[in-house]
């Protein structure tokens, strides 16, 4: 049966040997403990570290350590001291970590960690490959193991792969500064589905794709190395059954049930009419806007002072990654801004700020979201950020108010929240005010529509959308109908290239037989392309065409030469053999006059594109421009030429990072079709790797034997990968 292995750093479980003794702890943060109630439902496998290193590992205590691991299905990779060191802490936490987050001033960026980066990822790959069979599908996780996708990919190039990026993606002129970008985006891009929580996130991926790979984009869709890659926003879910039954269940607790934390928090509550209480939780982590948060509250002290001793805010920050300086930097900014608030506002029975620096068990984390009036969610960048949607998910009696920051993943889902921006201190204290004065009834309204919006969008519905999502990617790569050449196609052809009937061989130039360049005239043809092209073309009984959309000058000018019948224009001009050019069609050029100048306000707003005059047709170039920029002139000019050849016989032509505008009597599959009633060929050929050879692929007999260069959708029969495969399937067929 096929599985699903899912793969990220660190293992659902933490193992850590104390007093000799072994301690199994379930993980903290969002992607552990989404995926958990994924993984305990599924057959499959789940790769990641167990959280001792190697050198911690007591050798009498490995057969134990293994057997808790594999009792959860889970598979560990052995990590060293030296590895955490630079690739946990190092690489993934002092740079990719910050870097995403907006915080460039803590990126910090060295090859030694950036080395171990790529030895761990290895290791992980590795694992994968050792577990992974036919037909499985590999789910890769978050920032930590960026280059895992590839390297999988690389070894297993038909095994499904998805990655999903629990975190945010920065904006292009964020990522651009960092020194490896085009590497990590290179692993990423091993996958046949990423995810992001938001559409944000996902937009921002793709434009650093388009910019710093120069690679196509279609809407979601990348093209690289020849697969398709679908990129899409799936928002995680929490499990909302677990925590709304906690809370069901809690509810119902008598007082001898009840923690000491419960205790306290009744003991506060039941003090007086009106008193209230207020509650975050997060790893003491610097995105999270943890000082943010208590400056704010400071601020809304000193403006609401009506509030003293009837409200209290409670603080759970959970440890985390204290081993990178600027965590433990804010450890001691919180202990001290939490120390001076209390002392300048506490009174004999009362502290504003209860704060926990702790891991708490689940049953208390309950206790503190059950019994809080307010959640108050404050983080300055967050990817998601779950312990909104479970404060959410345990409001039983509907009431209760959530304060969200809009720089939260989950704000673009909860719009009921009172959405703030964590940097604005006013606007915070003015949300904490309205909170606490919020009549009951607008917060049971404001509460259902956000616990309908967190109960139906779970975290199992969340993966299950990825799941088919990656299914649906698998089967759409397979339904490009065009056929990879094997053995046995490979053998046709050649056995019609040497047979002694007639043939003819269409063949494109740039993208078919050279690859682009950015200055068109640099394309010219090379030594080797001339002598695979004498070849073919010595052949007995063989016609050679070159069929290109340049114009006459310049194909005269590199072919004018050779014997090989020439076809200029997308088959407006002709050059059979040894004789002169002939324009099959009589086209008018009247148009050209008003199309020019439009043409050319274009080329004035958007750098870097130009017009080349052909004699027949005009073509815009933007294979030079700022791809994003060059996709929103795109749309303009197209409506703009649009409602200008509409009732003339003039049409718009899309080729690779140009369109063209000409008469709709001409096209490649005309000229085609003249030729080969000029030349009746047994056999033909025809080779070509944009939209305009399309009409080619179209247009001649079903005999034909046509190929793309690419993997897109066509009507050719077969594809290649690249420039460099169309020359050896040529050369094959010379042998
Ligand atoms: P992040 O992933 O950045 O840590 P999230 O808010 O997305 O932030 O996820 C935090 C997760 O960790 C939540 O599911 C929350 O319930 C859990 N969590 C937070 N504090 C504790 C704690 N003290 N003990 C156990 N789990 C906790
Ligand atoms: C965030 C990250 C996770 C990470 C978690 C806890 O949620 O997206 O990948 O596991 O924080 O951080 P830690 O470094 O302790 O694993």
Redesign the pocket.
């Given at each position: 049966m096929n599985k699903t292995i899912i793969v990220?750093?660190?293992l659902p479980l933490q193992i850590s040997i104390e007093n000799e003794e072994l301690e199994v702890t379930p993980?903290?943060?969002?992607?552990?403990t989404g995926l958990k109630s994924v993984h305990k439902d599924g057959n499959g496998i789940w790769i990641g570290w167990s959280g001792i290193t190697q050198e911690e590992l007591d050798p009498r205590l490995e057969a134990e350590v293994n057997e808790a691991i594999t009792k959860e299905q889970c598979v560990s990779v052995n990590l060293t001291e030296s590895d955490l060191d630079l690739y946990?802490y190092g690489f993934?936490?002092r740079t990719l970590w910050p870097l995403f987050h907006y915080f460039i001033e803590y990126t910090e960026y060295n090859t030694e960690s950036w080395e171990a980066y790529k030895r761990v990822n290895q290791k992980f790959a590795n694992k994968v490959l050792e577990y992974a069979e036919d037909g499985d599908k590999i789910w890769i996780?978050?920032?930590?193991l960026l280059l895992v996708p590839a390297l999988v990919k690389k070894n297993k190039p038909d095994i499904s792969i998805g990655f999903f990026n629990?975190?945010p993606f920065p904006s292009y002129e964020i990522f651009r500064t960092f020194p490896k970008r085009k590497e990590l985006l290179r692993g990423m891009l091993g996958a046949d589905l990423i995810g992001f929580h938001t559409y944000d996130y996902e937009r921002h991926f793709l434009s650093s794709v388009k910019r710093i790979l120069s690679l196509d984009v279609n809407f979601n869709k990348v093209t690289y190395e020849n697969r398709i890659i679908k990129v899409d926003s799936f928002p995680m879910g929490i499990d909302y059954k677990k925590f709304k039954q906690a809370a069901l269940d809690h509810d119902k607790m008598n007082e001898d049930e009840k923690s000491e934390i419960q205790k306290r928090l009744d003991q506060h509550l039941q003090k007086e009419d009106g008193v209230k209480m207020i509650l975050s939780i997060d790893?003491m982590?610097y995105t999270k806007g943890i000082p943010n948060r208590i400056k704010a509250f400071e601020y809304f002290l000193n403006k609401y002072p009506e509030f003293h001793e009837k409200i209290r805010l409670i603080m759970l920050a959970v440890p985390?990654?204290s081993q990178v300086p600027q965590y433990q930097k804010l450890k001691q900014e919180t202990d001290e801004l939490v120390g001076r608030i209390n002392g300048k506002y506490s009174t004999v029975s009362w502290t504003p700020i209860w704060y926990f620096y702790r891991t708490l068990p689940f049953k208390n984390l309950i206790d503190l979201y059950t019994s809080s009036d307010i959640a108050l969610i404050t983080p300055v960048r967050d990817?998601m950020n779950l312990v909104a949607k479970e404060y959410v998910a345990t409001r039983t009696r509907k009431d209760g108010v959530l304060i969200l920051s809009e720089m939260t993943g989950a704000s673009k889902e909860l719009n009921e929240a009172l959405l703030i921006n964590p940097f604005n201190f006013e606007e915070i204290a003015d949300s904490i005010k309205q909170a606490l004065e919020m009549p009951v009834p607008e917060q049971k309204q404001r509460m259902i529509a956000l616990q309908k919006r967190v109960s139906r969008y779970s975290v199992k519905k969340w993966a299950n959308e990825f799941m088919n999502s990656l299914h649906q990617v698998d089967k759409a790569y397979h339904i490009i109908q065009a056929k990879k050449i094997k053995k046995k196609d490979l053998e046709v052809f050649k056995t019609r290239m040497s047979s002694n009937k007639q043939k003819i061989l269409f063949l494109d130039y740039d993208g078919t037989l050279v690859n682009f360049t950015n200055n068109p005239l640099d394309a010219k043809p090379d030594q080797e392309l001339f002598s695979i092209l004498n070849k073919l073309n010595a052949k007995k009984n063989t016609k050679l065409v070159i069929i290109s959309g340049r114009d006459k000058k310049t194909l005269n000018k590199w072919f004018g030469h050779t014997p090989y019948i020439l076809v200029s224009d997308h088959g407006v001009s002709m050059r059979l053999e040894s004789e002169n050019w002939k324009t099959m069609e009589r086209l008018k050029t009247d148009w050209m006059e008003d199309v020019l100048p439009v043409l050319e306000t274009f080329v004035d707003r958007t750098p870097g594109t130009l017009v080349e005059k052909k004699k027949f047709s005009l073509a815009w170039h933007y294979r030079n421009t700022d791809v994003e920029l060059a996709e929103k002139r795109l749309v303009e000019i197209k409506t703009v030429l649009t409602s200008f050849i509409s009732n003339t016989d003039l049409t718009l032509l899309e080729g690779n990072k140009v369109i063209e505008i000409k008469s709709s009597k001409v096209n490649k599959g005309r000229a085609c079709s003249n030729l080969v009633s000029l030349f009746p060929s047994d056999h033909i050929f025809v080779f070509g790797d944009d939209w305009t050879d399309e009409f080619m692929f179209e247009e001649l007999p079903e005999r034909a034997l046509s190929v793309k260069v690419g993997v897109q959708k066509t009507k050719a029969n077969y594809y290649v990968k690249s420039v460099e495969q169309v020359r050896e399937l040529l050369k094959a067929m010379i042998e």
């Amino acid at each position: 049966m096929n599985k699903t292995i899912i793969v990220s750093n660190r293992l659902p479980l933490q193992i850590s040997i104390e007093n000799e003794e072994l301690e199994v702890t379930p993980s903290v943060g969002g992607l552990a403990t989404g995926l958990k109630s994924v993984h305990k439902d599924g057959n499959g496998i789940w790769i990641g570290w167990s959280g001792i290193t190697q050198e911690e590992l007591d050798p009498r205590l490995e057969a134990e350590v293994n057997e808790a691991i594999t009792k959860e299905q889970c598979v560990s990779v052995n990590l060293t001291e030296s590895d955490l060191d630079l690739y946990y802490y190092g690489f993934s936490n002092r740079t990719l970590w910050p870097l995403f987050h907006y915080f460039i001033e803590y990126t910090e960026y060295n090859t030694e960690s950036w080395e171990a980066y790529k030895r761990v990822n290895q290791k992980f790959a590795n694992k994968v490959l050792e577990y992974a069979e036919d037909g499985d599908k590999i789910w890769i996780q978050d920032y930590q193991l960026l280059l895992v996708p590839a390297l999988v990919k690389k070894n297993k190039p038909d095994i499904s792969i998805g990655f999903f990026n629990h975190i945010p993606f920065p904006s292009y002129e964020i990522f651009r500064t960092f020194p490896k970008r085009k590497e990590l985006l290179r692993g990423m891009l091993g996958a046949d589905l990423i995810g992001f929580h938001t559409y944000d996130y996902e937009r921002h991926f793709l434009s650093s794709v388009k910019r710093i790979l120069s690679l196509d984009v279609n809407f979601n869709k990348v093209t690289y190395e020849n697969r398709i890659i679908k990129v899409d926003s799936f928002p995680m879910g929490i499990d909302y059954k677990k925590f709304k039954q906690a809370a069901l269940d809690h509810d119902k607790m008598n007082e001898d049930e009840k923690s000491e934390i419960q205790k306290r928090l009744d003991q506060h509550l039941q003090k007086e009419d009106g008193v209230k209480m207020i509650l975050s939780i997060d790893r003491m982590d610097y995105t999270k806007g943890i000082p943010n948060r208590i400056k704010a509250f400071e601020y809304f002290l000193n403006k609401y002072p009506e509030f003293h001793e009837k409200i209290r805010l409670i603080m759970l920050a959970v440890p985390s990654r204290s081993q990178v300086p600027q965590y433990q930097k804010l450890k001691q900014e919180t202990d001290e801004l939490v120390g001076r608030i209390n002392g300048k506002y506490s009174t004999v029975s009362w502290t504003p700020i209860w704060y926990f620096y702790r891991t708490l068990p689940f049953k208390n984390l309950i206790d503190l979201y059950t019994s809080s009036d307010i959640a108050l969610i404050t983080p300055v960048r967050d990817g998601m950020n779950l312990v909104a949607k479970e404060y959410v998910a345990t409001r039983t009696r509907k009431d209760g108010v959530l304060i969200l920051s809009e720089m939260t993943g989950a704000s673009k889902e909860l719009n009921e929240a009172l959405l703030i921006n964590p940097f604005n201190f006013e606007e915070i204290a003015d949300s904490i005010k309205q909170a606490l004065e919020m009549p009951v009834p607008e917060q049971k309204q404001r509460m259902i529509a956000l616990q309908k919006r967190v109960s139906r969008y779970s975290v199992k519905k969340w993966a299950n959308e990825f799941m088919n999502s990656l299914h649906q990617v698998d089967k759409a790569y397979h339904i490009i109908q065009a056929k990879k050449i094997k053995k046995k196609d490979l053998e046709v052809f050649k056995t019609r290239m040497s047979s002694n009937k007639q043939k003819i061989l269409f063949l494109d130039y740039d993208g078919t037989l050279v690859n682009f360049t950015n200055n068109p005239l640099d394309a010219k043809p090379d030594q080797e392309l001339f002598s695979i092209l004498n070849k073919l073309n010595a052949k007995k009984n063989t016609k050679l065409v070159i069929i290109s959309g340049r114009d006459k000058k310049t194909l005269n000018k590199w072919f004018g030469h050779t014997p090989y019948i020439l076809v200029s224009d997308h088959g407006v001009s002709m050059r059979l053999e040894s004789e002169n050019w002939k324009t099959m069609e009589r086209l008018k050029t009247d148009w050209m006059e008003d199309v020019l100048p439009v043409l050319e306000t274009f080329v004035d707003r958007t750098p870097g594109t130009l017009v080349e005059k052909k004699k027949f047709s005009l073509a815009w170039h933007y294979r030079n421009t700022d791809v994003e920029l060059a996709e929103k002139r795109l749309v303009e000019i197209k409506t703009v030429l649009t409602s200008f050849i509409s009732n003339t016989d003039l049409t718009l032509l899309e080729g690779n990072k140009v369109i063209e505008i000409k008469s709709s009597k001409v096209n490649k599959g005309r000229a085609c079709s003249n030729l080969v009633s000029l030349f009746p060929s047994d056999h033909i050929f025809v080779f070509g790797d944009d939209w305009t050879d399309e009409f080619m692929f179209e247009e001649l007999p079903e005999r034909a034997l046509s190929v793309k260069v690419g993997v897109q959708k066509t009507k050719a029969n077969y594809y290649v990968k690249s420039v460099e495969q169309v020359r050896e399937l040529l050369k094959a067929m010379i042998e």
